[in-house]
């Protein structure tokens, strides 16, 4: 069975940058269309950007321009470039893969 960990998650000050690492136990993780999702506090757990098989990618639009998602089949590790952090990215971070389900999530924190 598939594992599905999340890391690099914490606390950056608004402007800043983190990178988000999911990495999937399993040499079949190139096959599978995976994604970011977040949730905060109260709210709905909602997409944030996914990257097909093929590595088509797709972004919500308060990321665009911000985020960049990527993959590493050969690390079976799918990847979330996050830069200009604002407060409002504030959430639990859960990768997610087609058929493999979700990982445990990452507390980003984005405060002064």
């Known amino acids: 069975q598939v594992q599905l960990v999340e890391s690099g998650g914490g606390l950056v000050q608004p402007g800043g940058s983190l990178r988000l690492s999911c990495a999937a136990s399993?040499?079949?993780?190139?096959?599978?269309?995976m994604g970011w999702y977040r949730q905060a506090p109260g709210k709905q757990r909602e997409l944030v950007a996914s990257i097909s098989s093929g590595g088509s990618t797709v972004y919500a639009d308060f990321v665009k321009g911000r985020f960049t998602i990527s993959r590493d089949n050969a690390k079976n590790t799918m990847y979330l470039q996050m830069n200009s952090l604002k407060p409002e990215d504030t959430a639990v971070y859960y990768c997610y893969g087609a058929q493999l389900g979700w990982g445990q999530g990452t507390q980003v924190t984005v405060s002064s």
């Open positions: 399993g040499s079949i993780f190139s096959i599978y269309n």
